[in-house]
């Protein structure tokens, strides 16, 4: 017999007055419509309009059936995003037949299904699923991430309520066959809930086909994606922080204490959460998994072991006797280790602690908030570093790991180790002193600790310092420009000193003055001659350099080989980084591309035909030639001559293709000379749904706009004179009504 496995996910089903309850979904984009089990229905007091349906199946005529119409969401206990479903149906019980979902045999053997490794499965029993959750809520059909396995065995797929199976799980027909359809047309539901099941003496059989496949769905995500990029941008205000956000800080500001020259700033806990399950056998049956992993590679094991006697001895982690590995409390939470490697430093390996793990459901990332949003943003980081002409840039190291956890919270983040990987049963418990990668507050604690030890120490340092660790980080990347080598000397002294009074140590200095770097030890400064302004750890097809020896901005192309159809046009155009929109009309041209293959309606691997892989040749060709193009990184060398004032002129314009606009900075002197220089630009698809050339018009106005607000309110230079340059005469009018 044939295995096959459909898209059963973990979620919780919740009312709209707050009612709860925990449950399986069939993720099915087979149907036209979300079916609920009435007994769900009623647990949530989910009440509506009563209605008679027609439902079937695609072999027995359709039978009058009374149903509900109600309303309700479906959270994902993954990471609590929630979809809201506002037309679904209640049925009855007996009706809502569902298949049970079994784990695969040896399901957890690497050996056998390597793409399962670090995926937490558990069977699925029919009467646990709870709803039907069908196309007409395609958001909750979205597939994030796909890891295919070897030959007749189920795909896994991560959706947004986690992981899951989906496919066959052995080759040959199974005589025995469930076949689900499920339409809605007008007032009737035909549905095949039970399906056909033919006897083994017929082995005949209809197969209805999926009326959404999903390259269908694929193609909805990818739509928003274009309405979104190319949507007339708001000039609301931000939103204010959400009242979970307002609570996590004030816990930051009460619990955050400087113990034995470092802080300790506590973990960002849900609400509610008073206690974790038990995840030992999960911890030791990813620990068994990373053993023979290690055994395979002995230079990954060394270098791997070095990373946890750099913890022990930095202090980082610590072991923990027979006793205190004992000694439970209502948080004590494993978690699996494993180790990342990062494209742009091989050889290099990076011990992770896997806070997403999941056991009985939760996951220590569950249990977790992110926090306020406490990250400088990076086009103001880098308009910043254009101002003066001495550019210093440096990284806080191992920044995670200098901000301490509570005893309390440590046991949150106990790991399993071993001094021998050859030897079975010889682990035992280290806990991490530390914030550790991976966990989801740990970005906003780390960069609260170090903006907390600028304010607390403002006393002691210049306002100049205390103003770079405050606005001139990006996570752990300081980018800062100042006017003189006098200047750029006395900030690398003070902001090294403020730092290390909160356990941080600035390190991987890079400058474009050689006075500057002569004052750092040589031991602390970076080995490479060019910076990369992209902190995410993403393999990028088309990045933004800092070439300090030119002190000119530039471009590293590393495109490889993919083919010329939607999905590989795709991955080469969205890795493209390019935050300032230097050479924003050059990506537009992909853009183009990427949307005429949209309009055409390509699958995601056809190959495109000669009208449009002959350009998109052409564009990776001249994208290879990029590096020749160079922007000094300092808008002007004033070189000594007296500014009189600083204009900020701002050009819009719009095609039937395109819009956008470019803002430059011109710096007038007193001898009436002046120097003009490029600071951002923003260029976006017109949508393919035509608009009308004035709309497109008033688009690029708004986007000008609000280019101005970001740069007036984000860079440290006093603009004397703002213009804004249009030449569509609607828009004049436009803006004189």
Known sequence: ESEMYLQIVPVILKSSDGKEISTYALLDTGSHVTLVREDIAKGLDLKGRSRSLNIGTIKDGPASVQVRE?????????????????????????????????????????????????????????????????????EALLIDEVRKGRNNQPLAVKTMFGWTLFGSGKPGHELNVTVSLLRARGDAVLSSAEGLRNSRESCGSTIGKHDTSADELLDMQVERF??????????????????????????????????????????????????????????????????????????????????????????????????EARAISDKTWYLPIHPVFKASKPGKVRVVNDAAAKHMGVSLNDSLITGPDLLNPLVRVLLNFRVGEIAIVADVEAMFHQVKVSDEDADSLRFLWTDDVSTNGAEYTMQMQVHIFGAKDSTTCAIYALQQTARDNSEKFSPEAVRTVLNNFYVDDMLKSVESVAEAKGLVLEVTELLRAGGFKLTKWVSNSREVLRIIPPTELAESVSVELDNCGQERALGVVWDVSTDCFTYKFG???????????????????????????????????????WRKRYSWDQEVGDEIAKPWRDWVNKAKGLSCVKLGR?????????????????????????????????????????????????????????????????????TAVRMYDTIVKGIELKVDRVVFWTDSMLNLQYIAN
């Open 70 to 138: 109600i309303s309700l969401s479906v959270v994902s206990k993954a990471d609590g995003r929630q979809v809201h479903v506002k037309n679904a149906f209640s049925v009855p019980k007996s009706g809502f037949r569902m298949p049970s979902q079994p784990c695969p045999v040896d399901y957890d053997n690497p050996d056998i299904y390597t793409h399962l490794d670090g995926i937490d499965l558990e069977p699925v029993d029919k009467d646990k699923i709870g709803i039907l959750i069908g196309v007409n809520v395609p």
């Open 226 to 323: 274009w309405k979104q990029e190319n949507s007339v941008i708001s000039t609301e205000s931000l939103p204010e922080m959400s009242v979970e956000d307002v609570v996590a800080l004030k816990k930051l500001q009460t619990g955050t204490t400087l113990k034995g020259g470092r802080y300790q700033v506590p973990m960002l806990w849900k609400e509610g959460v008073e206690r974790l399950p038990n995840n030992i056998g999960l911890a030791r049956k990813r620990f068994d998994l990373l053993l023979r992993r290690l055994r395979r590679d002995p230079e990954l094991s060394l270098k791997f072991r070095r990373v946890i006697e750099g913890y022990v001895k930095s202090g980082f982690a610590k072991r923990l006797s027979s006793k």
């Open 559 to 597: 495109v490889k080989e993919v083919g010329v159809t939607k999905r590989g046009i795709l991955k080469v155009t969205s890795s493209i980084f390019d935050p300032l929109g230097i050479i924003a009309p050059f990506i537009l041209r992909a853009k183009l591309i990427l949307q005429e293959i």
């Open 634 to 702: 300092c808008y002007v060398n004033k070189a000594g001559r007296g500014l009189d004032r600083v204009e900020l002129h701002v050009f819009c314009d719009a095609s039937n293709l395109a819009y956008g606009s470019v803002a430059y900075l011109r710096y007038c002197f007193s001898d009436g000379t002046f120097d003009t220089s490029f600071v951002l630009s923003k260029a976006k698809l017109a949508p393919i749904k035509t608009l009308t050339l004035p709309r497109l018009e008033l688009c690029a106005a708004v």
